[in-house]
């Protein structure tokens, strides 16, 4: 048979076949995907936040905060606090929290892991929140970059 | 259709049953679809295609699975595709000297056993969805890590053992007929 003396007609069989069985394994994932994300709607986890005024005083916290799971730590803090804010394309800019704006320190806010305190680099409505993560709002000095970290 | 071809038909349907009898706590593996194959290439489109319909008449009825009659149907038909793939294949390389060949023959015959199995996948899944209300396109993926895993396992099946069994059966064919 001369389709037989042709290797790349076997090989376009062969590469026919896995392109199959990739599109029934890609729609197999995107309805679990779909499936598990609506399952997941709704359901509530649990985050501690604190806000670190930079004055000295006591670290205000809110433990085992109940939030919608996806949220961000923007929701998380809008939650639980004032907050005065810009949005931009880059996405949503702190100017005060609890009242007190970003002069002459600013709002950084932190993530602790077991390293230690994690400098938030991003803004904070990108950031979402997981389950039982502990976050702090610092009100601190940026005279260096990034910030110290809170003590 | 001679004597020698009714029995031949009703021999591989015997044993595309019980090998599949055998095989039922083993999902989508099974040597029933090869077999048939196996029936069409060396004695032609029908009698493949009877080897298909004969072994879902029986295993589809009597099945610890159970039964719905849609889903039978269509098994019963879709099993069929291999005799006639096998018919026709057969009468197209079924001619061919295999030796010196082989890789690339049980290649393509790995191919062979992939494709149509994607087909009759699609048909069975089809009749699952109409028998059960299932949306067709949730039905066709939902299943598909069993269409994969079926389409693989026939398409090594069909790689490894096609060569050997039909230069096997092939010489009991051409001892009878001559």
Known sequence: MTFLENKWFLVALVV??????????????????????????????????????????????????????GATLFDLTKLLVPVNYTESSLG???????????????????????????????????????????????????????PPPPS | MNTFKIAIIATLAALSIVTNYMLIGVS????????????????GPFAGASIGILSWLVYGVLNPQGFAPLVWLSTMLAESIYGFVGGFLGKSIGS???????????????????????????VTNIAYASTFNVPIVVAVF?????????????????????????????????????
């Open chain 2, 96 to 122: 061919i000297d295999f030796h010196g060949q082989r890789l690339k023959l049980s290649i393509f015959f790995a191919t062979v056993g992939f494709l149509p199995t994607v087909v009759y996948d699609l």
């Open chain 1, 92 to 146: 949503v800019s702190i100017n005060a929290i609890g009242g007190v704006p970003n002069s002459p320190k600013w709002w950084m806010w932190w993530s602790w892991s077991s390293f230690g305190w994690n400098f938030g680099y991003i803004a904070c409505d990108k950031y979402v929140v997981g389950e039982n993560e502990t976050l702090l709002w610092y009100y601190q000095d940026v005279l260096t970059y990034p």
């Open chain 2, 142 to 178: 939902t299943g598909a890590p069993y269409t994969v895993l079926h389409e693989l396992a026939n398409s090594a099946i069909f790689g490894v053992c096609s060569v050997p069994i039909v230069v096997a059966l092939g010489k009991i064919v051409w001892r009878q007929e001559t």
């Open chain 2, 28 to 43: 989508n593996i099974k040597l029933m679809d090869f077999i048939v194959f196996v029936g069409g290439f060396c004695f």
């Open chain 1, 16 to 69: 026919l076949c896995w392109a199959i069985s990739a599109s029934f394994m890609s729609g197999y994932y995107y309805l679990q995907y779909n499936d598990l994300s609506a399952k997941i709607k709704g359901v509530i986890i649990s985050a501690n936040l604190g806000i670190n005024y930079g004055n000295g005083s006591a670290v205000a916290w809110f433990n085992g905060t109940k939030i919608k799971a």
